[in-house]
């Protein structure tokens, strides 16, 4: 039988055909691989890298905040947690998952795929957290949702069974809990404030978050994970943020394709932030905070050379303490009902009432007007147009000089020098030493809606005409004017410096502050009439009505002030004292504002507010005559040493 | 005498010799320090035995041992059944009736299995040089212990099976 | 020819080795815990030998002694003996004030403990783990997490418990980690030993430190046990701390603790075993530590 065979031929050739094929396969194979390794490699390297590596960043813990003399004023304290790193619990979530399916499968149910998966996971989650309840005779329970959302969007960061641990819950974990256990102490930072209340509206508090900037930090293009930091919120940790935040470290991991981390890469150590000295004297803070007492009001002293501010202080305040790690509600409530969210030494606006007759004198002699000697008699009250305006002493005062009248608070005599000075000259007058724009003291949320009110405003604004009456108000600081009681503590200041501007700060100059930087310009009267002016505001503190803010051997300076405003519809006065002291040589300036309670109108600046100054005044001269014996202890010492 | 017998006498022979090093380590520990002689009682099983009778002396002699000594469960009898793996394997290079390889390729074995437990009990304390310090002293020394006491031990070891009437030398590899 | 090719493959030894590995690794749990606790109890009896063994060369190193030197050793003893008779008299007195202030303050008492005294049957010690065998088991109280001191201050923690035998982890092993505070300073600090050199006193870790201690080579800081943790009486020797550094933190420093080098050669301890609160302790009736 013989088979119709193809030819030995036909063979080869389909084999060099196959071959063929081969080869060019292989070759579009090599020449893919060559192309992808040689030319696209740093794509590749790049994909490879994102898709296997995760990011972690870590904020720095914050900087201390200091007062003038070192104390410390706002520090961290030690935070901490028991965490697990849901990372190392891999092999017991699919452990528990299978235990689960099994078991269901034995009852002959049907089981979700996704939500066994969140039951093993809340399950393994909660025997560690048992663990620590053993341990610490607590009885806490996860939250899967916590757990699940902590999986999705921070798998890599630790994640808290037990947060703020008390010192002695602490030590029993660390001494009971296995070291190679998943369960881990974890110590952070959270600011801690030494002084509780004191300065709770300037220092201000920080609040966890995750938007905070992380500079130039490796692996920018890789999927980051961010460890909350805590940001200012307000006061000082706001403004000072960007100094007081920490330098950011970072950790770089390798990660498998769930996402898991299994070896850290890269580690970049986060630093401490920068410290803060400020210019509060915490002593002289204290005291104005405890002279207060549980009124309201705002308490501001300045250093008369530098423009430092050594108190700034609002009331009602509340411990900063109770305000971190996190606000609680109740604490929300608290401090919203109180009112206690205001900085009034920054954002309260209030009529300056009878302080403002310094600027009524000094518009008044400016004008030309008003001169020193000039004397006006107060029968008790004036008629303006055909309203009668009193004065406080409703008997009269007599004949008063200027410095008299300054003493005496004279009502009568400055509406007199208003009315010859002229509302215009006085609102110049009241903008030339600032009172018409914020002093942009550097803390946030001084407000820009103080008012010096004049003809064009009123018409501007209320579409009325300005009445002399108006200025017979304006003289004594009542009617539209409204200022803060920074503003009253700067211009005191300024008056004290024989300048018409200063520029607080809160930042302490050890070497001292540039003069260019306090800021201002000679007021530029005659120094007889500055004299009248000084004279008047030493008289009233030695025998008129701001003597309850004088200390023996340190006489002061001063001005009360006690304007009738409405507060909640109901009358109430509003108590201020402005003044400096030593009234020869000016160290220290202070303005004391205090609010009236609705319906009570026994509120003075004499009664109320000068013997707040004084406790200020108090603590800063015991600390003159402290560093002044110091000195000289010192001095002694070295002539002993020679 | 039964094989299964003769083998206890080795598991109790090396047991004593383990209780030996443990007492020696004991007063050593005054100075910080510790000799690492494991290699001892696994070589001749190793090298010598037949297969199963040799992974079932191991196998024994690495459950006392892991009892007795410290350390992760079942450290000792993993290190000395991979050990004992190794020595088989090697049984075609070295000789057992050249002192001069035992020796060898017993310090050999014994770097080896310290090398493994520095590297994977060193836990937070890689970075710190005290504890290399203390590898290198202690390994030094149990190197020099080694070499010294690997041969005489080995030969022991054969006498005794020897006395108890069993050559393993005289059979067949893989027997 | 299908079983001769398994039974080759069983023959080769990395097979064999690894198909061993792979069964052991398999067993349940259960099965190699009983065994591990099997062979221990079986090695026991020779643990006890061997520190009956030890008991006896004290004994003849003490025979071998001149009777000049037993006669000086017990003078010393007798002095030692006065000197600790009064130092218990004013412990008395400190204790008996502290109970009166306790009353006063209505404050809860602290937990007692009864003292096991127990002789040390070996001591295992090197760069990985640091543990000493003692001749006291569950049959004496002991229990597992209990605290170990001798006279020179703490010693670690058990970690197992055998019969009639129990393993301690020493205070040295990087495994032991225990809240402390320094003498005088009631904050806890954590330490962590297992940084043990050569022929060095063995050192450990303290962290959490607060940032205001300072410690100095001429002023260094005694760390000792703190009651906060659960496990210590408060106030046991732990070591000194002669240096520390800040953490980046800035919260928290660092530092080295010295502990005693007699923990290297430690031969007898006593186990702290918590009372119930209607025992009270009795040091008489103690059973002897031999």
């Given at each position: ?484 009681p920074l503003q009253m503590a700067t211009f005191v200041t300024s008056v004290a410096r024989g300048r018409t501007n200063t520029k607080p700060t809160l930042l302490h100059y050890p070497e001292g502050r540039p003069e260019d930087d306090i800021g201002g310009e000679a007021i530029d009267l005659p120094p007889e009439d500055m004299e009248a002016i000084y004279e008047g505001m030493i008289e009233a503190g030695n025998s008129g009505t701001a003597r309850r803010a004088n200390l023996d051997g340190f006489p002061a300076a001063g001005k009360t002030g ?81 | ?175 | ?257 010295k502990l005693d080098p007699e923990l290297q050669s430690v031969q007898e301890v006593a186990v702290l075993i918590p009372l119930k609160p209607s025992e009270e302790p009795d040091i008489d009736a103690l059973p002897p530590a031999r």
């Amino acid at each position: 039988m013989t088979v119709n065979q193809p030819e030995p031929d036909f063979y080869v050739k389909r084999l060099f055909l196959l071959y063929g094929i081969i080869a060019l396969c292989m070759l579009i194979l090599v020449g893919g691989l060559a192309q992808k390794q040689l030319f696209q490699k740093e794509d590749y390297v790049e994909h490879m890298e994102r898709q296997n590596y995760r990011r972690i960043i870590l904020p720095g813990p914050r900087g201390n905040i200091y007062d003038r003399n070192g104390k410390l004023l706002v520090g961290n304290r030690p935070l901490f947690s028991a965490v697990v790193y849901l990372n190392d619990l891999r092999q017991e979530f699919r452990e528990e998952y299978i235990r689960i399916v099994r078991e269901a499968r034995a009852h002959y149910q049907t089981l979700d795929r996704l939500e066994t998966n969140l039951v093993a996971r809340q399950n393994v989650v909660q025997r560690y957290l048992d663990d620590i309840n053993v341990i610490l005779g607590t009885e806490d329970e996860v939250d899967s949702r916590e757990i699940e959302r902590h999986f999705s969007q921070s798998l890599l960061l630790p994640f808290p069974l037990m947060t703020d641990l008390s010192g002695e819950e602490y030590a029993r974990l660390i001494e009971q809990i296995p070291i190679d256990s998943p369960i881990q102490i974890l110590i952070s930072s959270t600011r801690y404030y030494p002084y509780e209340s004191a300065a709770f509206h300037t220092l201000g508090y920080v609040s966890s978050s995750e938007e905070f900037e992380i500079g130039d930090l490796p692996g920018g293009d890789l999927l980051t994970f961010r460890a909350p930091a805590w940001i200012g919120r307000t006061g000082l940790e706001k403004q000072f943020n960007d100094r007081l935040q920490g330098e950011t470290g970072t950790e770089i991991w390798t990660v498998d394709p769930g996402g898991f981390q299994y070896d850290r890469v890269e580690y970049v150590q986060p630093r401490k932030g920068d410290d803060l000295v400020t210019s509060l004297d915490i002593d002289m803070q204290r005291a104005a905070e405890s002279a207060m007492g549980d009124k309201t009001g705002a308490v501001v002293a300045l250093d008369v050379k530098s423009g430092e501010v050594l108190t700034l202080a609002s009331m009602p305040n509340f411990d900063l303490n109770r305000l971190t790690p996190f606000i609680s509600y109740t604490v929300d409530e608290e401090i919203r009902e109180k009112g206690g969210w205001i900085n009034r030494a920054i954002q309260g606006l209030y009529p300056p009432a009878s302080t403002f007759k310094l600027i009524t004198s000094m518009a008044g002699l400016r004008n030309g007007t008003l001169h020193h000697d000039t004397v006006f008699n107060c029968p008790g009250y004036l008629r303006v147009g055909r309203r009668l305006f009193h004065c406080a002493h409703r008997a009269g005062h007599g004949d008063e000089s200027l410095s008299d009248a300054i003493r005496d608070s004279c009502n009568v005599y400055f509406y007199h020098a208003g009315l010859d000075t002229g509302v215009e000259a006085i609102a110049a007058e009241a903008k030339r030493f600032g009172l018409n724009t914020p002093t942009g003291i550097n803390i946030p949320g001084e407000t820009s809606r103080m008012l010096v009110p004049d003809p064009k405003w009123k018409e501007d604004r209320l579409y009325e005409s300005w009445f002399e009456g108006d200025t017979a108000n304006l003289s004594i600081g009542q009617g539209y004017l409204l200022v803060t009681p920074l503003q009253m503590a700067t211009f005191v200041t300024s008056v004290a410096r024989g300048r018409t501007n200063t520029k607080p700060t809160l930042l302490h100059y050890p070497e001292g502050r540039p003069e260019d930087d306090i800021g201002g310009e000679a007021i530029d009267l005659p120094p007889e009439d500055m004299e009248a002016i000084y004279e008047g505001m030493i008289e009233a503190g030695n025998s008129g009505t701001a003597r309850r803010a004088n200390l023996d051997g340190f006489p002061a300076a001063g001005k009360t002030g006690t304007a009738q405003v409405r507060k909640d519809g109901k009358p109430t006065t509003l108590a201020w004292y402005v003044g400096f002291a030593p009234a020869d040589d000016p160290q220290i300036a202070i303005a004391v504002m205090v609010e009236g309670v609705p319906d009570e109108t026994h509120y003075g600046g004499g009664s109320t507010a000068a013997p707040v100054a004084r406790e200020v005044f108090r603590v800063y001269h015991r600390k003159m005559e402290e560093k002044a014996e110091a000195e000289a202890a010192m001095r002694n010492q070295e002539v002993a040493a020679r | 005498m039964k094989k299964r017998y003769q083998v206890l006498s080795l598991v109790i022979w090396n047991w004593v010799g383990l209780q030996i090093v443990t007492e020696i380590n004991h007063y050593l520990s005054i100075w910080g320090l510790a000799v690492h002689l494991d290699m001892l009682w696994i070589v001749f099983a190793g090298v010598s035995l037949g297969k199963r009778v040799g992974l079932a002396y191991t196998f024994l002699f690495g459950i006392l041992a892991d009892a007795h000594l410290g350390g992760p469960h079942n450290l000792w009898l993993s290190i000395y059944v991979v050990a004992w793996g190794i020595s088989c394997t090697a049984r075609r290079v070295v000789q057992y009736d050249s002192p001069m390889q035992i020796r060898l390729f017993s310090v050999l074995l014994q770097a080896l299995t310290l090398t493994f437990l520095a590297v994977a009990l060193a836990g937070g304390q890689a970075d710190t040089f005290a504890y290399w310090q203390r590898i290198l002293i202690e390994g030094g020394i149990s190197m020099s212990l080694m070499w010294l006491f690997s041969a005489p031990w080995f030969r022991l070891q054969h006498r005794l099976l020897l006395t108890l009437g069993w050559n393993p030398f005289d059979e067949k590899p893989g027997g | 020819m299908a079983n001769d090719r398994t039974s080759l493959i069983l023959r080769h030894p990395l097979t064999l080795m690894t198909a061993l590995l792979a069964v052991w690794w398999l067993l349940p749990l259960g099965v190699k815990a009983f065994m591990r606790l099997t062979f221990w109890e079986f090695q026991a009896p020779s643990y006890y030998a061997t520190s009956h063994l030890h008991d006896l060369q004290d004994y003849w190193a003490a025979r071998v002694k001149s009777k000049n030197e037993l006669i000086g050793a017990n003078i010393d003893l007798a002095r030692l003996n006065a000197a600790y008779s009064l130092r218990n008299q004013a412990a008395e007195a400190t204790e008996a004030e502290l109970q009166r202030l306790e009353e006063l303050l209505d404050l809860p008492p602290l937990p007692e403990h009864r003292y096991e005294v127990a002789r040390v049957v070996r001591r295992d010690m090197n760069a990985w783990w640091q543990r000493i065998i003692i001749r006291k088991g569950s049959v004496h109280g002991i229990r597992e997490g209990q605290a170990v001191v001798f006279r020179d201050g703490v010693v670690g923690r058990v970690s197992e418990v055998y019969t009639y035998t129990a393993a301690v982890e020493l205070i040295t092993s990087r495994e032991f980690r225990v809240a402390a505070h320094f003498a005088g300073d009631p904050r806890p600090v954590q330490f962590q030993g297992g940084l043990n050199a050569s022929f060095h006193a063995p050192t450990g870790e303290v962290s959490t430190v607060p940032a205001d201690k300072k410690a100095s080579l001429t002023e260094p800081l005694e760390l000792v046990s703190s009651r906060l943790g659960g496990v210590f009486p408060d106030g046991l020797h732990i070591g000194w701390v002669y240096q520390l550094e800040p953490g980046a933190d800035g919260l928290f420093q660092s530092g080295l603790a010295k502990l005693d080098p007699e923990l290297q050669s430690v031969q007898e301890v006593a186990v702290l075993i918590p009372l119930k609160p209607s025992e009270e302790p009795d040091i008489d009736a103690l059973p002897p530590a031999r």
